[in-house]
């Protein structure tokens, strides 16, 4: 099987990882936190970014609940490091270093004897 999938979405992953964090660093170097009288104010300044951060959000919890619910099936990566990845780093990143991760799995398991 080839290696080929898995490489995508790991160079997707690593893509991801840059791309947001640029930003992020901008964010943080600009004297932006975390916290959330910083945070939330940025985050929902007007309606695009109150759509992008909902969407990011909410798409990151269906991530997480899908994830969780698959945990027990055969050659399904664990999930909780997933999960603290994407509300740690960022779902453009956990996403696809998941899908790698679990394709990278399924083709080890295909190639054993």
């Known amino acids: 099987m080839s290696k080929l999938p898995e490489r995508v979405y790991f160079a997707l992953a690593i893509v991801g990882l840059a791309l947001t964090w640029y930003f992020n660093f901008l964010f943080f170097s600009g004297g932006g936190s975390i916290a959330p009288d910083s945070f ?35 050659l399904a990566p664990a999930p909780w490091i997933f999960i603290v990845l994407c509300f740690g780093i960022g779902l453009a990143f956990a996403l696809p270093l998941y899908l790698g991760r679990r394709a990278q799995l399924r083709r080890v398991d295909t190639a054993a004897p």
């Open 40 to 74: 939330l104010p940025s985050a929902f300044a007007n309606p695009l970014t109150t759509s992008i951060t909902l969407d990011v959000y909410w798409s990151a919890l269906v991530f997480s609940i899908w994830i969780v619910a698959e945990r027990n099936a055969p």
